[in-house]
């Protein structure tokens, strides 16, 4: 019988998964194919799950203990509704007005979520977003540490669309009271970095005791034309690249973050490069194939992950504060 001497010398495991759109069908796949293969649900396996915009709607679903199997169909099933279906303006209005309706994600959300709320999560989840009215990131997280004190009220449909609500594609996210938040993409895509400064900055767990496996949405080989773009304005370069160049650019720095507070050797990251035309944030075309990598990678990656990921179950986690507390103080 494992006990509590077993689980304090144990390394602490940490998942990560990007943003990305429709493109969530790779590490959502990934990690299905991964968890076909374990003994217990994914979320056992982790002490702590960050996730941003379409890797926050996947982490909220390992961490309420949908199977992994069960989020890879919701993008299959719910994606063409979400991002061909509700087309809401044409190319003209899409200048002024979001791309798509929320009203299908929304829908979809509920039908996975139904009212279940941060709190319920079985392991430690970090959710970001971005607060329109401040220029602050908003940062959702499980009652892991003293002063936390409300996040894990929230339902987890509202802290998904929040963090999914990527500008340009979806409108801004309003909560009941009022706030207007974006997707977390804004400043952690790449969430990394991220779990990096709270597994040793916040919880303060050891440096050389945190094992991290990141798993991006694909990524694409920079190739800006450096010599090129220096004699172009907006119109002509920049407007067709410079998400791009703000992504690629804070993905580097977020590994380099997380190798620097990890250590290079307890840091894993899985998200194979593609041609850069080959999968856009909306395009619901590429789903089988997303599917077949992240079946092919998982493949290849389990037998490398499995001694220092899934070897043995994390310790259980134990709330700071519980729902059930909540509801027995009303």
Sequence with gaps: MTTEQDFSASPRRVLTIDGGGIKGVFPAAFLADLESELDQPLASYFDLIVGTSTGGIIALGIGLGIPAADILRFYEEKGPAIFKGSKRVGPLKQLVTAKYDPAPLKSALEEVFGNLRLGESSTRLVIPALNLSTGQVNV???????????????????????????????????????????????????????????????????????????????????????????????????????????????????????????????????????????????????????????????????????????????????????????????
């Design 140 to 330: 959702f997280k499980t009652a892991h540490h003293e002063r936390f004190e409300r996040d894990y009220k929230m339902l987890a449909v509202d802290v998904a669309m929040a963090t999914a609500a990527a500008p340009t594609y979806f409108p801004t996210h309003r909560l009941t009271n009022g706030v207007p938040l974006v997707d977390g993409g804004m400043w952690a895509n790449n969430p990394m970095g991220t779990a990096a400064v709270e597994a040793i900055g916040l919880l303060e767990w050891a440096k050389g005791d945190v094992e991290l496996l990141g798993v991006g949405c694909t990524e694409a080989p920079a190739n800006f034309a450096a010599g090129r773009a220096r004699h172009h304005g907006l119109a002509n370069y920049w407007a067709k690249r410079i998400v791009k160049v703000f992504m690629s650019g804070q993905s580097s720095s977020s590994i380099g973050s997380a190798i620097l507070l990890l250590g290079h050797d307890h840091v894993v990251r899985v998200s194979p490069s593609v041609d850069e035309r080959k999968y856009t944030l909306d395009g619901i075309e590429g789903i089988p194939e997303l599917r077949a990598l992240g079946a092919d990678q998982a493949r290849t990656q389990l037998p490398l992950l499995r001694k220092r990921f899934f070897a043995a179950p994390a310790a259980p986690f134990d709330p700071v504060r519980k729902l059930e507390d909540e509801e027995a103080t009303r």
